[in-house]
């Protein structure tokens, strides 16, 4: 397709009819299969005498083009026109199409760079040497888009050329301030993967970027001391701001004593514009947000500097030998700090305007990043690491700016009293912890009657609202039980829909923060009058809202159901089917749905409840089950009906769960065929919901084994069908995740089913699953079938073992204790991972007392690595390393216990004031990052809250306390010294701070 062919449709797609765009989009989509689609688009790109607008089209198509068909595109020869030609657009006179050649090559790049493209880099350097401006800011912006795609591979042979160009370029003033600031961005982004690269290659960084430091820090640290004369100007000081802070995190003993010289600068920066964003910015009308940018449209200005600076200060707080110079002037940084929580005047706008944002962006983990949110993060940064010094340096700073304030009522002068409540807010935790710890005078009546009193006496909803949430947050510490009764007459009066929405939003955030602070009963006592108006209330408001707005209001009503449940159970009726409502309503807002399902929980635990539950939830969930188009006119895909039906599943397991026995006829007799007959017809990668089904059918087989057995379904028993979803889970032609909780359910089928089912079969499937496996969670869900029967009876299961095989004929006992070990550094879940621990010390003195025969299975000591949720072995440049099973499982349970130790440690230093602690400055650089194991726990389930769980023997075993036992039994035996002998450094080192042994 020509340049003639295709211009028209792109002159159409620029059509305000709509009509005519419509057509446009349709042929141009027709058009991508033609081999002249991509050179026809760049030729019109690259055309100076046409239009901008049509210009930047053909590039946005283009890169469109790149994204989405480059790799499966077949026409080689009309792919390598575009790579020739299009370098030449990155001299072109306008920086718009400059920004689009650069967008469309580093697109282009990140599918063949290097091996497809392997002149690109050399071309790029040569217009970089050209000492042409539009070439070489071209070129800029094609690095900074492509430095994050380079590996570590390509990294040794890019640096030795790029780096130095780039900091001649850094230092120049004659191609404009943004060259300079793609230039020190781009070693930014470097800095993280040279970092990185350490752990393997100890002299990447003294190689590869220590040689330019000198020179990167000279130059950042005098253009940070600069004046700043324009708008652009600030970015460039924001990312050497950003390029110093990344320095210190990946190299603090090498930046030593340069923080020093950085520190006061970095201050006088605050200090100054403290000022001019309160006045330029927070309280003047007139500013527009991100106004200032480069000529890219790239954000810049003041907000991204101060941004930047707090990062930096984030940073150092990490650090002992930092923390000390930042504790020195606290008062004054965080003074300052509460003046950039200053609310801006154009935010009041967005929210009065929309509400439900004021909701999504007024917190410090918003999404939105502005100054506000990041001066309320390094609030809650500095109060976390500095503790005691962080809350008397806020005491003195609050003291101080509310001496020098005036009327409340005058100007802008509401804003200051905000601000100070909010920096409270949000240092809440850490400030009662003090309290508590008599650490610090303070005295929150002293607050209330001179802040909080005076600004709910104003006309200002933003003020009135967070200090109704602040002063809830600190009901604990209310001048008066009257101070207390006055504060909730209030929360209770604020929840109308007449009411300012910042009011009742910090009405409704006010309840969460009462009910989080009063845990007992007879504290909670004090609510009870209010809640005959305040549930009613929240029900009525979320009947009207939408969005981040009705999670609030839901979230309210969790917390508050629980308080009053008579009140719920009043009108059982009207609460279920206003919820089920909005489940339908909403099924395809997750986080809207999984608030809907919280309260619903909630109320399941109202005895009084359930008998509605099963009349007028059970039915509309059931309906939901049995429909194949969507029940949700924004459900319309098949993966979204199929979430959607795994939401409705994971509430059902939850009502089976909470329900009383015997189960009701409703649940045994209509929702257990449904799910049972969903689950085993379900489409093979259905994973949300083969997983919820079979979580669904778990609660029903642990609760109700007698009276699903007792269920005529077509002639079979409803365990039957159990057997049958086991067997179907445990297929290898379905979805690896769908089989993610198959352990769990056959564990609990064995326990129930007891000798009458035939285990020879199940196991063998099992085993036979296991080998098809990938990823290390499905492989722990198998794997502790039969780490539960090890626990068991270990000798008759290692019997059992030992008459089965692979499909490939290997031993079954073998291949499953060689697969255990291996990705045993990998589970997740404290019971699981108890359950391992205590199997392993069974299996041990086994192995290690007479000649059995498994003691000579080699099994892989490998470092691993998780990559896309797979198991990876990582020795590059040597073949594996093997070592004999009883060694591999005495360092497992060596590893294993210095993990419990390091929690131990850690849960000790948090119940003391830690301000103090912090990552040495000698400490390398990938030491900081997460093990493997704690990685593995972040990302698993807590499987301590099992049900199943709490019933089995060993859930009350302290595994701590039973490892430490063994192995100090351990030290004793003949082997031990053998074993030890073949422990790594860091392993000796865990086993030598063992309470039990370390001593030996």
Same mark, same amino acid.
């Given at each position: ?848 007392? /007479? =000649? ?6 080699? #099994? *892989? !000591? @490998?470092?691993?690595?998780? $990559?896309?949720?797979?198991? %990876? ?36 230093? /948090? =119940? ?6 912090? #990552? *040495? !400055? @000698?400490?390398?650089?990938? $030491?900081?990052?997460?093990? %493997? ?53 860091? $392993? ?13």
């Amino acid at each position: 397709m020509s340049v003639e062919q295709i211009a028209p449709l792109i002159n159409a797609a620029l059509s305000e009819v709509q009509e005519e765009r419509t057509a446009a989009n349709a042929g141009i989509q027709e058009a991508q299969s033609h081999p002249d689609f991509s050179p026809s688009l760049l030729s019109i790109l690259l055309r100076q005498d046409a239009p901008l607008s049509v210009r930047q089209m053909a590039g946005v198509l283009l890169k469109q083009f790149a994204e989405r068909n480059w790799s499966e595109c077949t026409h080689v020869a009309a792919k390598d026109v575009v790579k020739a030609n299009i370098i030449s657009g990155l001299g072109d006179p306008i920086s718009k199409v400059r920004s689009s050649v650069a967008a469309v090559m580093s697109e282009i790049a990140v599918h063949d760079f290097p091996e497809s493209w392997p002149g690109l880099f050399e071309a790029l350097m040569e217009l970089l040497g050209s000492g042409e401006g539009n070439k070489i800011n071209g070129v800029m912006k094609v690095l900074d888009e492509l430095a994050n795609d380079i590996t570590d591979n390509q990294i040794h042979t890019v640096s030795p050329i790029l780096f130095p160009r780039l900091v001649t370029l850094f230092k120049m003033t004659e191609f404009g301030v943004s060259c300079r600031c793609r230039a020190i961005s781009i070693f930014t982004i470097f800095i993280d993967l040279i970092a990185h690269m350490g752990s393997v290659k100890h002299d990447a960084s003294e190689k590869l970027l220590f040689p330019y430091l000198p020179d990167l820090i000279s130059e950042s640290l005098r253009v940070i001391e600069t004046p700043i004369s324009s708008a652009p100007e600030f970015k460039l000081v924001s990312e050497c701001v950003n390029f110093l802070a990344k320095l210190v995190q990946a190299y603090p003993k090498e930046m030593g004593d340069k923080v020093s010289t950085c520190l006061p600068v970095l201050w006088g920066l605050l200090s100054n514009n403290s000022a001019t964003y309160v006045s330029g910015v927070a309280n003047n009308p007139e500013y527009v947000e991100d106004e200032a940018g480069d000529s890219d449209g790239s954000a810049g200005g003041l907000d991204m500097l101060i941004q930047s600076i707090f990062e930096f200060i984030k940073g150092l707080t990490e650090r002992k030998k930092y923390k000390a110079m930042i504790k020195k002037v606290l008062p004054d940084v965080v003074g300052l700090v509460i003046s950039y929580l200053t609310l801006p005047e154009y935010q009041i706008e967005q929210w009065d305007a929309d509400p439900e944002k004021y909701v999504e962006d007024d917190e410090e983990d918003s999404m939105n990043y502005t100054v506000r949110t990041s001066a309320m993060e390094l609030l809650t940064d500095l109060s976390v690491e500095l503790k005691t010094s962080y809350v008397e340096a806020l005491i003195q700073a609050i003291t101080k700016i509310m001496s020098s304030v005036g009327d409340i009522n005058e100007g802008y002068n509401w804003k200051i009293y905000e601000a100070c409540a909010t920096a409270l807010n949000v240092s809440g935790e850490v400030v009662e912890e003090c309290m508590e710890a008599k650490k610090v005078e303070f005295s929150f009546g002293g607050v209330y009657n001179t802040v909080v009193l005076k600004g709910l006496a104003t006309d200002k909803p933003y003020l009135q609202g967070r200090l109704i949430w602040l002063a809830a947050s600190y009901i604990k510490d209310l001048p008066s039980p009257q101070a207390a009764q006055q504060l909730l007459d209030c929360i209770a009066n604020s929840l109308n829909a007449n009411t300012k929405p910042p009011v009742m939003i910090g009405a409704m955030k006010g309840i969460c923060a009462i009910l989080n602070e009063l845990e007992s009963d007879e504290q909670k006592a004090i609510l009870h009058s209010h809640m005959e108006k305040i549930v009613p209330a929240l029900f009525e408001l979320a009947s009207n809202m939408e969005g981040d707005f009705l999670i609030l209001c839901l979230d309210a009503l969790r917390v508050t159901v629980s308080v009053r449940p008579e009140i719920v159970a009043g009108e059982a009726d009207k609460v279920n089917a206003f919820l089920v409502d909005l489940f339908v309503k909403h099924a395809n807002e997750t986080f809207i749905i999984a608030t809907v399902n919280e309260v619903l929980m909630t109320v399941a635990d109202i005895p009084e409840c359930q008998g509605s539950i099963q009349n007028t939830v059970v039915p509309v969930l059931l309906q939901m089950l049995t429909t194949d188009g969507p029940t949700s006119p924004k459900k319309k895909g098949e993966d979204d009906i199929d979430d959607m039906k795994g939401d409705v599943l994971e509430l059902m397991t939850t009502f089976v769960r909470k329900a009383a026995l015997p189960l009701a006829d409703k649940y045994v007799s209509d929702v257990y065929p449904t799910v049972i007959n969903l689950t085993l017809t379900c489409k093979k990668d259905s994973t949300a919901v083969l997983q919820a089904g079979s979580e669904c059918i778990r609660a029903f087989i642990s609760r109700a084994y007698d009276q699903i057995s007792a269920l005529n379904l077509n002639g079979l028993s409803g365990s039957s069908y159990v057997l049958n979803l086991i067997s179907r889970l445990l297929d290898p032609e379905v979805a690896e995740y769908g089989a993610l909780y198959s352990g769990k359910l056959i564990s609990v089928m064995i326990n129930k089913a007891g000798p009458s089912l035939n285990i020879n079969e199940i196991l063998q499937g099992v085993l036979n699953r296991l080998t098809t496996c990938e990823t290390p969670t499905v492989q722990q869900s198998l794997l502790v079938v039969f780490i539960k029967l090890f626990n068991h009876d270990l000798e008759g299961s290692m019997t059992f073992l030992q008459g089965l095989t692979t499909p490939s004929g290997e031993n079954a006992l073998a291949y499953v204790l060689r697969q255990w070990c291996e990705i045993q550094v990998l589970f997740n879940g404290e019971f699981e991972t108890k359950l391992a621990i205590v199997a392993f010390t069974k299996l041990l003195p086994l192995l290690i007392t /007479g =000649d059995s025969p498994l003691a000579t299975i080699m #099994v *892989s !000591d @490998d470092d691993v690595s998780l $990559e896309t949720g797979r198991l %990876l072995r990582s020795k590059p440049g040597s073949g594996p390393v093997e070592v004999p099973l009883p060694v591999k499982i005495f360092k497992i349970l060596v590893q294993e216990l210095g993990i419990m130790i390091e929690d131990k440690q850690a849960e000790a230093a /948090g =119940d003391e004031d830690s301000e103090d602690e912090g #990552v *040495s !400055d @000698d400490e390398e650089y990938e $030491e900081q990052t997460l093990t %493997l194991a704690q990685i593995a726990a972040m990302l698993g389930d807590d499987d301590e809250d099992d049900d199943d769980n709490k019933d089995h023997p060993l859930y009350e075993v302290d595994a701590f306390e039973h490892l430490n036992g063994f192995l100090s039994q351990l030290s004793k035996h003949g082997a031990y010294p053998s074993m030890v002998g073949q422990l790594n450094d860091s $392993e000796k080192k865990i086993l030598g701070s063992a309470p039990a042994i370390g001593h030996r």
